[in-house]
């Protein structure tokens, strides 16, 4: 569980001289924000223990650590907005809406799940939270995400779109094409880059020939951003500025989040390519949830009893999702051929 920086509340006065989050949002909203990072925390940790017990089969990728990216990408954006995510991307999700009783479903591979149990952890979806799709593929959703953002255009509806991707995907060919087709064509579409450091077991400085992924976007002549990615409000306060300038019909940018994820790549990365004091430093010192917490508390918009009235709250909604994936059936095997094609066979 999160432990939490001791902080003294302070006598904040006009909102106006607090950081973005905190002079934008009204305080039930950026409640909600911690609700929902709690929630996405101890959603993965929720499953990595029921993978742990044999629950859940195949892999999964979880971002604990990454929270305030999810969270902060997705607070500006209207409930019609789109995003699309990635095979880390538990916390797009859920941040988007999603039912973690649905997710918990898909994940334990039943009928009730967002993808009837065919998809898994790196595949969930729900169109009707704007969610098109998390991706196995590395990159595999930026494209899509231009296309939803020429619809969007097209249909002249004021739709943004979101795409989340990692580190390794800005050296994939679809970064480069997409990019310049949603430059040229002036889309309402925002990049978003969770770098954490690492694609796979590989460090981006090995991998990559720029310091700052978001350094590319000057070769397409959009904006470029790097923010804290642990840091909510730098991360709300730089998708809110990009978001605007895609309605105005100025087209995409692209926002670097740094930030870090605390566990391996997948369930069976040994992390033998990172120390254990690179990982603790992040784990300890950095964790997006325990400032996030920290700067609530002082700037005066929540106390610990209502913290731990959230986490009390977050427990049962767990408990209750993963009861849920237990005991709902399993995908009937004669259905095994359904929702392959438009048409049933």
Not at 27 to 45: C, S, T
Not at 148 to 156: D, E, F
Not at 199 to 207: E, Q
Not at 254 to 272: A, C, F, M, Q, V
Request: aromatic content about 8%.
């Amino acid at each position: 569980m999160v432990q939490a920086k001791k902080v003294e509340p302070q006598d904040t006065g006009d909102r106006h001289n607090l950081p973005y989050a905190f002079r934008t949002y009204s305080p039930d909203q950026l409640k909600e924000a911690l609700h929902k990072m709690y929630l996405i925390r101890r959603f993965e940790e929720g499953a990595e223990e029921s993978y742990t017990r044999g629950l859940i089969h195949g892999t999964m990728h979880l971002s604990i650590g990454q929270e305030a990216s999810a969270m902060g990408s997705c607070l500006p954006l209207n409930d019609d907005d789109m995003i699309t995510s990635t095979h880390r991307g538990h916390g797009h999700c859920i941040a988007k809406g999603a039912d973690v009783k649905r997710m918990f479903a898909e994940f334990f591979g039943k009928e009730t799940g967002y993808c009837k149990g065919r998809g898994g952890s790196m595949h969930i979806a729900d169109v009707s939270k704007g969610n098109l799709g998390a991706n196995g593929i590395v990159g595999g959703g930026i494209p899509i995400a231009v296309g939803a953002a020429l619809s969007a255009k097209k249909q002249k509806n004021g739709k943004v779109v979101v795409s989340f991707f990692g580190d390794g995907a800005n050296n994939e060919g679809a970064f480069h094409e997409a990019l310049n087709m949603a430059s040229v064509w002036k889309l309402p579409v925002v990049f978003v880059c969770e770098n954490n450091g690492y694609g796979m077991s590989t460090s981006t400085k090995r991998s990559t020939a720029v310091a700052n992924v978001a350094d590319r976007a000057s070769a397409y002549n959009m904006p470029g951003v790097i923010v804290d990615g642990n840091n909510l409000s730098e991360v709300a306060e730089a998708v809110s500025e990009a978001t605007q300038r895609a309605r105005r019909g100025d087209g995409p940018t692209l926002i670097e989040n740094k930030t870090y994820r605390i566990r391996g790549h997948s369930k069976s990365d040994r992390n033998r390519y990172r120390t254990k004091e690179e990982i603790e430093h992040w784990q300890n010192d950095r964790d997006p949830i325990a400032h996030f917490e920290a700067d609530l508390k002082a700037y005066g918009f929540i106390d610990d009893a209502e913290i731990e009235a959230i986490r009390a709250e977050v427990e049962k909604e767990i408990a209750e999702a993963i009861e849920f994936a237990k005991n709902s059936p399993a995908p009937d095997l004669t259905n095994l051929t359904r929702d392959v094609y438009t048409d049933d066979i």
